[in-house]
């Protein structure tokens, strides 16, 4: 059974930095599309970055140049280095992994949430002073 679980949320400053962690079970993470979604209070969910099975990266076009993602296939996780932050990434975040063609065009080719993903619970970032 696939089960996600995310860690390194937090506090932080503007500016700021963190790192958070998806660790990955029941599934081989070389056949698997991993991707961080984030949620803020009173806003749908929306795709932040991905990783494909070959290293293929996507990011939203509001977080390139600040946050990087990038997976050890040895330990099963995907990380998500986020700099530079922003009161506007305060949100839970979620990653979500995904492993047939079709899936992995959606959630990594186009940042889409869809109801194939198996999500983790989340970790919550805010950024504030």
């Known amino acids: 059974q696939v089960q996600l679980v995310e860690s390194g949320g937090g506090l932080v400053q503007p500016g700021g930095s963190l790192r958070l962690s998806c660790a990955a079970s029941?599934?081989?993470?070389?056949?698997?599309?991993i991707g961080w979604f984030r949620q803020a209070p009173g806003k749908e969910r929306e795709g932040v970055s991905c990783?494909?099975?070959?290293?293929?990266?996507t990011y939203a076009d509001s977080v390139k140049g600040r946050f990087s993602i990038s997976r050890d296939n040895a330990k099963n996780t995907v990380y998500l280095q986020m700099n530079s932050l922003e009161p506007e990434d305060t949100a839970v975040y979620y990653c979500g992994a995904i492993h047939d063609a079709i899936g992995v065009n959606a959630m990594c080719g186009q940042l889409r949430d869809i109801d194939t993903i198996v999500w983790g619970k989340g970790t919550t970032v805010t950024v504030s002073s």
């Open positions: 990783i494909n099975a070959y290293d293929g990266k």
């Open positions: 029941g599934f081989h993470p070389d056949y698997y599309a």
